[in-house]
């Protein structure tokens, strides 16, 4: 058969799958952390879905029939058969093109394996930023750059925006007094934030942060919300050391420690101190837009087919190791305190905040969750009630555990584990008809979680329903984590371990 003639078939087999999948009822991932979290599109780094029982072997969950139809099977088979034609053509094609040109492809998509090669890369940079630097906090740091993207986001049009004159250093003052370029930013949710790059120099030292975040923007009497991928470059002079998590929580002077009030030229109102760039803290030296995108949030009950719960799961580097030494710095046995990680916390967390998460409520899990996790949950679940719909995740099961990562520094300790799991995903309105998803067929899924916790802690489990601190009912936590009986905020970690980050399997880097 000539080339032209299966690129026409090709093209129109395209045509119809699309057109079919119009049509059709769809199905997406919207659980906690699934493509709500943060992604409107497809390339979310919290997206999922897929059904059949997990594998016991090689590190992979797979399995037979999978839901990729709006609880129905005209989907599946019709778009399998239809993408199996598309493939078939595309592979001839390949195939064909590349023995006549006797060339190779070379593909520029990042694979797995270099996401694995440059996580090693980094988690290497960082443990020697931590022997020059030994208050280095992962955790805290990107809380920190988590604060100063928001904060600066969120300042853009007022008078606060100075205040952050000593953490950027091109930051303009200035850049709403001109009316054509005003714009007001609200409604911040960081998905995802990861440090991709660090840079050991003589004399500074450089972190790069990758970002994912949406927000919504109004200017010129119109509103329109963006997702974004943004690099954010900082530095600071070799030699200074990070601030303990009281000053690195929470923006302030890095000299005297006072609640952040700056001159427009950097001086501290409290102490009176020129804070020069890089010489205390931490500084944004550049930022850069990766890509953006308008981002929709109507597709409430969309449902795309699962990505990566059929890879291999990645483990740290020496994972076993670096448990066994966890183990013995809290001086627990690794397998004892790994089965009751497993039931108290992991298992016992995932179907509390699934079961919140079903019914809208997230208010009952604000002391399992870190801030900008709450947030971003947050965000999605008012949509869901704005839209009066309600995604119900029905008959949760875990099948599987796996830890995969623990990292540890002077002030805090993080513990990643992969689950698998099941469960009845679905969309429905107030009358209670099913908009997309299934109540009948079981959507099988992983997803890697991260929990924190403060280093010296030694409780791994403890009645979720009271404050960690004062035992009091935990039903007055508001969104700023914070328990209206002590005064004492219980979701930083500093009590019990909180839920930090969700990330989908397609995405995970290690």
Not at 112 to 121: A, G, I, M, P, V
Not at 202 to 228: M, P
Not at 262 to 284: R, Y
């Amino acid at each position: 058969m000539k080339l032209y003639k299966l690129l026409y078939i090709s093209v129109i087999a395209l045509f119809a799958f699309f057109l079919i999948n119009s049509i059709l009822p769809q199905v997406t991932s919207a659980r906690p952390g699934g493509g709500h979290s943060y992604s409107s599109g497809s390339s979310s780094s919290s997206s999922s879905s897929s059904s059949s029982s997990s594998s016991s072997g090689g590190g992979t969950y797979s399995g037979g029939s999978s839901q990729s139809g709006g609880g129905s099977g005209e989907f599946t088979w019709l778009g399998m058969l239809i993408l199996v034609s598309i493939v078939a053509a595309a592979v001839f094609i390949d195939k064909y093109v590349t023995n006549r040109k006797e060339a190779k492809e070379i593909l520029s998509t990042p694979t797995r394996e270099n996401f694995r090669e440059n996580t090693d890369k980094v988690e290497k940079a960082i443990k020697e930023l931590k022997k020059i630097d030994p208050n280095f906090s992962k955790t805290l740091f990107l809380d920190f750059a988590s604060s100063i993207y928001t904060k600066y986001h969120s300042w853009y049009d007022k008078p606060e925006l100075k205040n952050l004159v000593p953490y950027m250093l091109n930051v303009r003052i200035d850049n709403n007094k001109d009316e054509a370029i005003k714009k007001h930013i609200y409604n911040i949710v960081i998905g995802s934030i990861h440090i991709s790059e660090v840079k050991l120099q003589s004399a500074t030292q450089g972190i790069v942060v990758t970002i994912e975040a949406n927000y919504s923007v109004k200017q010129n009497n119109k509103r329109t919300r963006y997702i974004v991928t943004e690099k954010w470059n900082f530095f600071r002079d070799a030699g200074v050391l990070s601030h303990e998590p009281e000053k690195m929580r929470e923006l302030s002077c890095p000299n005297c420690g006072a609640a952040a009030n700056f001159t427009d030229a950097g001086v501290c109102e409290s102490c009176g101190t020129l804070i020069k760039p890089g010489e205390m803290q931490w500084e944004l030296l550049t930022s850069s837009i990766q890509n953006q995108e308008v981002f929709e949030t109507g597709g409430l009950a969309y449902y795309a087919p699962e990505k990566g719960t059929g890879y291999e799961t990645l483990f740290q580097k020496n994972y076993k190791n670096e448990f066994e030494v966890f183990a013995k710095n809290n001086n627990v046995e690794f397998e004892v305190w790994k089965n009751n990680f497993e039931t108290k916390v992991a298992k016992q967390y995932f179907t509390k905040i699934y079961d919140a998460w079903s019914t809208n409520n997230l208010n009952v899990v604000r002391n399992l969750l870190t801030d900008r996790l709450y947030e971003s949950f947050d965000f999605w679940i008012k949509n869901y009630k704005r839209k009066k719909l309600l995604n119900k995740l029905d008959n949760v099961k875990v099948y599987k555990v796996e830890f995969v990562k623990v990292d540890t520094d002077k002030f805090y300790e993080s513990v990643t584990i992969r689950i698998a799991a099941s469960c009845f995903d679905y969309v429905q309105n107030k009358e209670g008809k099913v908009e997309g998803g299934s109540k009948s067929i079981p959507r099988v899924f992983t997803e890697y979680w991260t929990f924190i916790r403060r280093s010296g802690v030694k409780i791994d489990d403890y009645d979720y329903s009271k404050c960690p601190n004062c035992g009091a009912p935990a039903n007055k936590i508001g969104q700023t984590g914070i328990c209206d009986y002590c005064d004492t905020k219980i979701s930083n970690g500093d009590f019990s371990w909180v839920l930090s980050i969700i990330t989908q399997d397609e995405v995970y880097k290690g």
